[in-house]
């Protein structure tokens, strides 16, 4: 597993099957949409709060990237 930090994690990227990898992500009270699932984190009080499988590297598109800039983001010195 590796684990991405700003203050705290943020994102953290462990492989699942032999053919997936989860990108999870601090999110807290997040909504999800589109391939971002909840993990349940938020509630059992978890910083990984949801998470996104990825099976290829084509998988790492625009969705991805916006959903591991707003984790970052929301880790920044000034977020409470």
């Given at each position: 597993?590796?684990?991405?930090?700003?203050?705290h994690?943020?994102?953290?990227?462990?492989?699942?099957?032999?053919t997936?990898?989860d990108?999870?992500?601090?999110?807290?009270?997040?909504?999800t949409?589109g391939?971002?699932?909840?993990?349940?984190?938020?509630?059992?009080?978890?910083?990984?709060?949801?998470?996104?499988?990825?099976?290829?590297?084509?998988?790492?598109?625009?969705?991805?990237?916006?959903w591991?800039?707003?984790?970052?983001?929301?880790?920044?010195?000034?977020?409470p």
């Amino acid at each position: 597993m590796v684990s991405l930090r700003r203050r705290h994690v943020f994102a953290k990227i462990k492989p699942s099957t032999s053919t997936r990898i989860d990108l999870g992500l601090a999110l807290g009270r997040t909504k999800t949409t589109g391939r971002l699932i909840e993990t349940g984190g938020f509630a059992k009080g978890d910083r990984i709060t949801h998470r996104m499988p990825i099976t290829s590297a084509g998988e790492i598109d625009d969705e991805v990237k916006r959903w591991l800039k707003t984790a970052y983001e929301l880790d920044s010195p000034s977020s409470p």
